[in-house]
């Protein structure tokens, strides 16, 4: 597998691959796969936009991420600015990337493919903080709350609702840069 860095072109030609590697990993329904159509494709074009991708060796998509800086007037930044007090919106929304998605096919989870994912999204990050939202779960179990408290991750938010998912989420978050890693436990990224 190799790790690519993308431009919006490039995940707009796979948007069709993105849809589904979501609804393998997060295990929605159907029409909501279809709405996330018009978000991601709307997400692309948000200021700092950056974007990784996982590919097999037939090019076939196994995993991606995407990011971009959270600002007032966004769905998702709004809706957890209004869950903080201010110290606590000053320091995590002011200068803040939000990791928006990042997915792993099941049948490529436990591999190191979310890891490597994350670390290359993190590093091309533009703020001094980032945030993001993951389903509340066992964190001993859940292979994605592992994944961001072995990254530093911190509660910010817990059992908090979005309007229209039912599901209880924690907002995750850590402070900017990440810290340097040895070269010979960093994987060379194409293209960045």
């Known amino acids: 597998m190799r790790l690519v860095a993308w431009q919006p072109d490039d995940l707009l030609r796979r948007l069709d691959d993105v849809v589904s590697v979501y609804g393998e990993a997060m295990g929605y329904r159907q029409e909501l796969l279809q709405t996330r159509r018009g978000y991601i494709g709307a997400h692309v074009r948000r200021p700092g936009f950056r974007a990784v991708a996982t590919l097999t060796t037939d090019g076939r998509l196994a995993g991606f991420g995407y990011g971009y800086t959270s600002g007032p007037g966004q769905w998702w930044h709004d809706q957890v600015r209004s869950s903080l007090d201010e110290p606590a919106r000053r320091h995590w929304l002011t200068s803040c990337f939000e990791v928006v998605e990042l997915h792993v096919r099941p049948a490529a989870q436990g591999h190191g493919v979310g890891a490597r994912q994350l670390r290359a999204l993190l590093a091309m990050a533009d703020g001094g903080t980032v945030l993001l939202s993951t389903p509340e779960a066992d964190e001993q179990k859940s292979r994605a709350w592992r994944l961001y408290r072995r990254f530093g991750f911190t ?38």
Do not use: K, N, Q, T
């Open 155 to 192: 509660d910010v938010l817990r059992d908090f609702l979005f309007p229209g998912d039912e599901r209880a989420f924690a907002i995750l978050g850590r402070d900017l840069p990440l810290a340097e890693r040895p070269a010979e436990d960093a994987p060379g990224i194409v293209g960045l």
